[in-house]
Structure formats: C-alpha cells, structure tokens
C-alpha cells in the first residue's frame, strides 16, 4: 500500500522567512513518481513539480526547491524568501509507475505568510 | 490555452436529495479524474476515465455515486441520495494520458449536504 504524510499539519512565518515543508512517503514500488501541488484559497490546485524515483537531483525553481532524498523516503520543498503570495495549503503526492495508477496525496500543509 | 471547467462552483442540498456535477476537461485530454477533498485532508481519486472507458473507480461509493463520459469528452459525477458525509469539494482533473504526466485540475464544486 502507498502513503503520503505529511506531519506539519499548520505553518506560519514572517514574509522573508525561508520555510521547508515535510513530505515522507511509503512505496513498496522501486519506480513511482513524487509531485507537489498548490491550492491556494481559490481551491484549485496548481502543479509545481515532478520527480522520477530514480532521479535523486535535488531541483531549484526561483525560490522553490526540493530535496528528494530515497534513503528517507523524503520529498521536501522549500520556499525562499516567502511571500505573502505563497499562502496555501500544499501537497505531496506518489504516483506508481504502472500506466493508469493514482495518485495517493497526503493530507496537505497549511502555510501562512504572514507580512 | 482553457483550463478545466467545472460547475455549478457551489451546491447545497438537503440528505436523501440527489445532485450532479459536470466537467469539461482540457481539449485532447484523454485521461479525465474525479476526486472527493473533504475539509482538511488530501484529495481521494473516486473515478478515473481513460477516453470514455473506465480505469479505476475502485473507491467510488457506488451505491450512490455514479459517474460517466459517454463521448469520451464531458464528464457528470451524479449523487444519488446524498449523505450528510458527502459535504466536500469535488475536484476534476485531466491529464494528456494514463501515463506520469501532470494533472491539471478545476476549480472544484463545494457540496454542502444539509
């Protein structure tokens, strides 16, 4: 069975503040694709990135970045410098290799920018 | 390029009353997903669709859920009748084809059941 958790539940900064959301993961698959996604207030949720199982490069993006660590099963994301825009609830997702598998999310974190 | 639509954006209902839900995913988009988010968790995958056929609807309710893409197009969700626990937004999503390419969603249509 897979699962996402994500156990920082609710985060609050101050605008400027670097911040790093938590995503650990359970696969017995040796190929799966990890994803984060958005949602701001309008509900909908918006794609940030994916990742292959057997590419452990960390990626920045601006003032994004994750940190894929397999040994840990860890999919972390970082904002630099956050912004009040950056007030959402974001979520980690795995998805199986095989064609037509879904995508299990975790239950999402809360951020708050606060200005 | 158009986003997924969906609608109604809001529905209130009273338990044991019926309602329906519609998406139009992105144009060429074969792959077409429903989800349920209840308040505070991640979205639940209730059905996948690959064209107008079925891939996975192995956690839909299907006592009362039902769902369908007769063209392989459009989508309606359908609840029949409707429980106080199923007050969540639900989620459309499309994605190019069944493989590990991104998933693009709708807005969501927020269901309160009274």
């Known amino acids: 069975a897979q699962k996402v958790t994500q156990a920082q539940t609710e985060i609050s900064v101050v605008e400027k503040e670097d911040v790093t959301l938590d995503c650990v993961y359970e696969?017995?698959?040796?190929?799966?694709?990890l994803f984060w996604y958005k949602q701001p207030p309008s509900g909908e949720l918006v794609f940030l990135i994916r990742r292959n199982s057997f590419d452990e490069q960390n990626e920045i993006s601006g003032r994004y970045s994750w940190n894929f660590q397999k040994s840990t099963s860890s999919f972390n994301f970082t904002i630099t410098a956050s912004q009040v825009v950056d007030s959402a609830v974001y979520f980690c997702?795995?998805?199986?290799?095989?064609?037509?598998?879904?995508?299990?999310f975790g239950e999402g974190t809360q951020l708050t920018v606060n200005p | 390029e158009a986003g997924v639509a969906q609608s109604p954006r809001y529905k209130i209902i009273e338990k044991r009353q019926s309602v329906a839900f519609w998406c139009n995913p992105i144009s060429g988009h074969a792959t077409l997903y429903w989800y349920q988010q209840i308040l505070g968790q991640g979205p639940k995958l209730l059905i996948q669709?690959?064209?107008?056929?079925?891939?996975?609807d192995s956690q839909l309710p299907k006592d009362r859920f039902s769902a369908e893409r007769l063209k392989g197009v459009d989508s309606t969700l359908k609840i029949q009748p409707a429980k106080l626990e199923d007050s969540a937004v639900y989620l459309c999503?499309?994605?190019?084809?069944?493989?590990?390419?991104?998933?693009?969603f709708g807005p969501g249509t927020r269901l309160t059941v009274l």
């Open positions: 696969t017995r698959d040796t190929t799966y694709y």
């Open positions: 999503a499309s994605s190019q084809d069944l493989g590990y390419n991104e998933q693009f």
């Open positions: 997702a795995l998805k199986r290799e095989t064609s037509g598998s879904r995508l299990t």
């Open positions: 669709f690959q064209n107008n056929g079925v891939v996975d």
